[in-house]
């Protein structure tokens, strides 16, 4: 086709028709990806000191298939006959054995003192209100709060549950890194494709602009200006 068969703005019109429907792709890639894999939300108290200060941001990915020791969970506190998620420390899991004896200066796991850099103030066993010894039952945790001494957590409710823990299968996500590999990669698909939206909507603005100067341009010097008559 010659030059005078091309469409004014074609190339720009279908570079924008890919790159609005590219960045639709990586828009939703990343908002629904972030939406159902990962959830945000704030801390609203004190009780995960100093890892999570209260108003803090916190990001769970929702797609575990484990849960370890260490791990901070989100959870639904069900188990300890209470109506709302919660978040806590994984200390011990199915199998463990995790006991204190007053004036320890750790709690023990499995026989050997507990290591937990986390706490607040370097304090493990604040808060503590006396001995115990639970030996953790298969497909269940025994999860503790890094702020010792505010903490209403498994060390509390071995009333409401076996040894005051709570079942895997109530675990809804762990806590992850702002450098985590997926939660890096749903913020940069949702970033790219907000900007891969806007150049789709620049250049289809931009081959519109110049479909409508090549139709102006088309118009006989004669005509111009002139409304056809009525029924033309």
Do not use: C
Request: proline share 7%; charged share 20%.
């Amino acid at each position: 086709m010659g030059q005078q068969g091309r469409v004014p703005g074609r190339r720009l019109g279908l570079a924008s028709v890919t790159l609005l429907v590219l960045g639709a792709l990586l828009g939703s890639v990343g908002g629904l990806g972030g939406y159902f894999f990962m959830t945000t939300k704030v801390m609203p108290s004190s009780h995960m000191e100093p890892t999570l200060p209260t108003r803090s941001s916190m990001v769970f990915n929702l797609l575990i298939t484990k849960v370890n020791r260490g791990d901070v969970v989100l959870f639904d506190a069900s188990a300890w006959g209470e109506r709302h998620q919660s978040v806590e420390r994984v200390v011990a899991v199915g199998g463990d054995r995790i006991a204190y004896s007053p004036g320890d200066r750790t709690l023990t796991l499995n026989g050997k003192p507990l290591d937990e850099p986390y706490v607040l103030n370097g304090d493990p066993v604040a808060g503590s209100p006396g001995a115990f010894s639970v030996k953790v039952p298969e497909g269940r945790l025994f999860v503790l709060g890094d702020h010792r001494g505010n903490s209403a957590d498994s060390r509390f409710r071995f009333g409401a549950a076996e040894g005051g823990t709570v079942p895997v299968s109530d675990v809804a996500g762990a806590l992850v890194e702002e450098d985590d590999p997926l939660l890096v990669g749903l913020r940069t698909a949702a970033l790219v494709g907000g900007a891969v939206l806007a150049a789709g909507a620049l250049s289809g603005a931009a081959a519109l602009r110049l479909r409508r100067r090549a139709a102006a341009d088309s118009v006989h010097p004669a005509y111009a200006g002139l409304v056809p008559p009525p029924g033309d």
